[in-house]
């Protein structure tokens, strides 16, 4: 079946300006996370979404960003006010939890979508 | 505070030749440890997991090993091809209700012919 997909692959911006970035998980997965990944950096966890539960937003650096997800499916990064600090490729994933009820799983397989690069000018 | 430390940075090999990246992780309590690939301009890929209970886990030329009381692990590449040209990132995840991996920075492969 098909993986995640990311859309735009590239978005160049000028500073001050929004951006949405779009995110569809491998259908029927119902984790996803995204992530940032800064030239020469480990992969920054940015917001987490599990069904229907309240979204883990602690990974989010600032109030300019802010995630949804309809219908526990497609997801959508909107960065307000780009900055210059904010290039960076965003990667989307997901992955059909396998922890039991009453907590969250840990280390489920993530499946990777091929990111967006972010450029702020 | 949980860190994933790669070494080396960045690792330059001749086709056909075998190379080991290396992982130090001080995540705890510990649950499994993945390695992923990541080639250029696309998302990680899993190449393999293990728990606490495993040693050594084989995913084709890629090996990997752990020592839990150590808190290493290597991946061991055999017989280098020029598709091994990528960055290898070592993943970390603890249990205790923290569903958020460590990444480690990576190491960057590049394969000669």
């Known amino acids: 079946g098909a993986g995640v997909s990311q859309s735009p692959s590239n978005k160049v911006t000028e500073k001050g300006k929004d951006v949405e970035l779009r995110c569809d998980p491998i259908?029927?997965?119902?984790?996803l996370y995204w992530y940032r990944q800064s030239l020469g950096q480990g992969l920054e966890f940015l917001i987490y979404?599990?069904?229907?539960?309240?979204?883990?937003k602690s990974g989010l650096p600032s109030d300019r960003f802010s995630a949804e997800r309809t219908g526990g499916s497609v997801s959508t990064l909107t960065i307000q006010r780009t900055q210059q600090e904010d290039s960076a490729v965003y990667l989307c994933?997901?992955?059909?939890?396998?922890?039991?009820?009453?907590?969250?799983?840990?280390?489920?397989?993530?499946?990777f979508g091929p990111g967006t690069r972010l450029t702020v000018l | 505070k949980n860190q994933v430390e790669q070494s080396p940075q960045s690792l330059i090999i001749l086709e056909g030749k075998n190379c080991t990246l290396q992982?130090?992780?001080?995540?705890?309590?510990?649950?499994?440890l993945r390695w992923y690939k990541q080639d250029t301009g696309r998302g990680p890929v899993s190449l393999t997991i293990?728990?606490?209970?495993?040693n050594t886990k084989s995913n084709g030329r890629y090996t990997a090993t752990l020592d839990a009381d150590t808190k290493q692990s290597s991946l061991h590449i055999t017989a280098s091809q020029l598709s091994d040209s990528a960055s290898y990132i070592c993943?970390?995840?603890?249990?205790?209700?923290?569903?958020?991996?460590?990444f480690g920075r990576g190491t960057s492969l590049i394969v000669h012919p």
């Open positions: 259908s029927g997965h119902t984790a």
């Open positions: 993943v970390v995840s603890g249990t205790g209700g923290s569903y958020i991996p460590t």
């Open positions: 979404f599990q069904g229907n539960s309240a979204p883990d």
């Open positions: 992982c130090n992780y001080t995540v705890s309590p510990f649950s499994n």
């Open positions: 994933a997901s992955s059909y939890p396998t922890g039991t009820s009453g907590g969250p799983p840990s280390g489920d397989t993530q499946y």
């Open positions: 293990m728990t606490f209970s495993e």
